[in-house]
């Protein structure tokens, strides 16, 4: 009877050892499910998936604005565009802006730059050989399968002006939906 006892004693041990080995996989499990969480909370907008950087400048999303990041100052001609990591291909397409919003003319072409292998491009780099003039850009920046998209301002021989009137979000889904 002693040994079914002890048996018994052991039996229940081992479970209990079991269920607390159980308990911390659970609690490990919801702690990874808990990060996944705040990942998905802080999830990044699907037109700004990671970071671009002009002339120094981090670009950010302004508030009520999802279409695109924003550069706050103007940049020099020769600033230096950057991502976060390298790309096997970093492509760059600069799209003139209007003052009143209409995101180019119809026909003209965009400033083209293509890198390979590198996480940085300076604007005077474009396919033509023509560097950006003064005035505002939408850029589209393409790394890594995904897209960036960065409103900001060339500076003139001026220098640089104070505030940098970006489009309004109808302008912009108007210039696209055309």
């Given at each position: 009877?002693?040994?079914?006892s002890q048996f018994s004693l052991l039996a229940i041990f081992s479970v209990c050892q079991l269920s607390a080995q159980d308990v911390a996989e659970k609690e490990s499990k919801?702690?990874?499910?808990?990060?996944?969480?705040?990942?998905?909370?802080?999830?990044?907008?699907?037109?700004?998936?990671?970071?671009?950087?002009?002339?120094?400048?981090?670009?950010?999303?302004?508030?009520?604005?999802?279409?695109?990041?924003?550069?706050?100052?103007?940049?020099?001609?020769?600033?230096?565009?950057?991502?976060?990591?390298?790309?096997?291909?970093?492509?760059?397409?600069?799209?003139?802006?209007?003052?009143?919003?209409?995101?180019?003319?119809?026909?003209?072409?965009?400033?083209?730059y293509f890198v390979k292998e590198k996480n940085a491009v300076k604007l005077t780099e474009t396919m033509d050989g023509k560097p950006l003039k003064p005035g505002r850009y939408?850029?589209?920046?393409?790394?890594?399968?995904?897209?960036?998209?960065?409103?900001?301002?060339?500076?003139?021989?001026?220098?640089?002006?104070?505030?940098?009137?970006?489009?309004?979000?109808?302008?912009?889904?108007?210039?696209?939906?055309?």
């Amino acid at each position: 009877m002693k040994f079914i006892s002890q048996f018994s004693l052991l039996a229940i041990f081992s479970v209990c050892q079991l269920s607390a080995q159980d308990v911390a996989e659970k609690e490990s499990k919801k702690d990874a499910s808990e990060k996944v969480l705040e990942k998905v909370a802080e999830k990044r907008p699907m037109l700004y998936p990671f970071d671009v950087t002009i002339g120094g400048q981090k670009a950010v999303m302004q508030k009520g604005n999802i279409l695109f990041a924003v550069i706050e100052k103007p940049v020099k001609a020769d600033a230096l565009l950057e991502i976060e990591k390298a790309a096997p291909m970093l492509i760059v397409n600069a799209f003139a802006v209007k003052e009143n919003g209409a995101v180019m003319e119809p026909g003209a072409q965009p400033a083209v730059y293509f890198v390979k292998e590198k996480n940085a491009v300076k604007l005077t780099e474009t396919m033509d050989g023509k560097p950006l003039k003064p005035g505002r850009y939408l850029v589209n920046v393409v790394a890594n399968g995904t897209t960036s998209r960065v409103v900001f301002e060339v500076e003139g021989a001026e220098g640089a002006k104070k505030d940098l009137k970006v489009p309004s979000v109808k302008q912009v889904y108007d210039f696209l939906t055309k």
